[in-house]
């Protein structure tokens, strides 16, 4: 079945520091790979998305690459700030039939990575 | 453009009141997912609607849960009896038809508190 395993937090960091969450997923096909951000008393926001195998996703000095031979999706960025501290979920989307005969995403949310960095 | 509307964002109510929860979804956007975030479970999907048609609930906890989507513009969560650890964070998100990738976009949440 689909599934996805992200490395549970809390993590904490001094600013400047290297930032990996690693996750790792199954699921049927190759589907879109997304990580979102929750930042403190907020709703979730997109952060980068890869649709393909190989692609890779950026956003505010984030990155992510899709390996479908790992089938992983680790989350970097190379000097982290205070202002990245959050909550960080990997979502793989899994693919349910929709009242149409159509086939729908839903994603997955987990309980995300809490990361705190330090000034 | 505005983006997921929730109301109320913060509702303390004592146990056994009825709450309702409500979302305005991203305009052309056809499909709805509510979630409830704890410290315990994370973040858990309650139901999803697909052009205002649930089409899957099996996350929604108990008979006490109910959703609705009577237009494509508005979706209510309620709370029938509430019960104290229904207390949690519920959000309301919405995306594109199948194109976009399936990305969903969050409202702000509504914090709820059950006495």
């Known amino acids: 079945g689909n599934s996805v395993t992200q490395m549970e937090g809390p993590v904490t960091l001094s600013e400047e520091a290297f930032l990996t969450i690693n996750c790792t997923y199954t699921?049927?096909?190759?589907?879109?790979l997304f990580w979102y951000v929750q930042y403190p008393g907020e709703g979730l926001q997109l952060l980068l998305k890869?649709?393909?195998?190989?692609d890779k996703g950026s956003n505010k000095g984030f990155e992510a690459t899709y390996r479908k031979e790992t089938t992983s999706f680790h989350l970097e960025k190379g000097s982290v700030q205070v202002s990245d501290s959050a909550v960080y979920f990997c979502?793989?989307?899994?693919?349910?039939?929709?009242?149409?005969?159509?086939?729908?995403?839903?994603?997955?949310f987990g309980r995300g990575t809490q990361l705190t960095v330090w000034p | 453009d505005a983006g997921v509307i929730q109301s109320p964002r913060h509702e303390v109510t004592e146990m056994g009141q009825e709450v309702t929860l409500r979302c305005k979804p991203i305009?052309?956007?056809?499909?709805l997912f509510w979630y409830r975030q704890t410290m315990m479970r994370g973040l858990e999907l309650l139901i999803y609607?697909?052009?205002?048609?649930?089409?899957?609930d099996s996350g929604m906890p108990e008979d006490r849960f109910s959703a609705k989507m009577p237009n494509a513009s508005f979706s209510t969560l309620k709370i029938q009896p509430s019960e104290p650890r229904d207390s949690a964070v519920y959000f309301c998100?919405?995306?594109?038809?199948?194109?976009?990738?399936?990305?969903?976009?969050f409202g702000d949440g509504t914090r709820l508190s059950i006495l």
């Open positions: 998100a919405s995306s594109a038809p199948e194109g976009d990738q399936v990305a969903q976009h």
């Open positions: 979502a793989p989307p899994f693919w349910i039939k929709g009242n149409r005969g159509s086939t729908l995403g839903r994603l997955y």
């Open positions: 305009s052309g956007h056809n499909s």
């Open positions: 609607f697909n052009n205002n048609v649930p089409i899957d």
């Open positions: 890869a649709t393909k195998a190989d």
């Open positions: 699921a049927t096909g190759y589907p879109s």
